[in-house]
């Protein structure tokens, strides 16, 4: 399915990054993946190559230019071309500094202003390829949901009209753009949740299937809009929330 394409996948280390990694690698995918924590990225990666996979990895901030630049650059000299990109790195959405506008700044730079320089550092070489994908990561409370922190229901707002720009403006150019919006998936940034009792139960009584998602309920749909399957949808909005949102 996604045999000889070139991924990058930003936040590989954990979570919805490391499901997707994993899944594209056992897809064919040559992997590239980005983690601020070494630790993970590194596990992951030893992961792949147990299985045969090829992987890179870089511990770097996609919120910095400098190693943002860095990677597409090592990346394009070991493999020759990016094919697919899934923007996924940010904080967490309880993320707070020490007031609202440092807050408000930290939050913005790191999970909206960093998907678009990675975006943009890549797209030289997507826009070269003839099948060209970008899927990003972005939330309910962003598109329909705004019961959180300002910054985050900005930011993924943010990435979700990002996205739609992206499939706008490159679309003719061999690039496709969609975004993948979450209702509650299980990783470790909400594991405070299961500390409060009731409190999971309460967002798992609001979904449809009642029960929270898993990373791997996501994988397998980022790989399907990163994949050849895919080639006519663009511009689209895929809501993997248990039916959370229409409740």
Known sequence: MLQGKVAI???????IGRAVSLHFASLGASMVLV???RARVDAVAATIREQGGKTLIFQSDVADLQSVRNIVAITLDTFGKIDILVNNAGLPSQHVE??????WDKGIDQSLSSVFRLTEECLPALRRG???SIVNICSVNGNANGNNNAWYCAAKAGVAGFTRHLAVQYGREGVRAN???LGLIRTLRNQSLDEQPGLLQTFVDRTCLGRAGEPEDVAPAVAFLSSDLASYITGATLYIDGGLTIT
């Open 9 to 15: 996948v930003s936040g590989a280390g954990a979570g």
């Open 179 to 181: 975004s993948v919006c």
């Open 35 to 37: 983690d601020i924590d």
């Open 98 to 103: 020490v007031d609202s506008h440092a807050t």
């Open 130 to 132: 003839s099948s060209a």
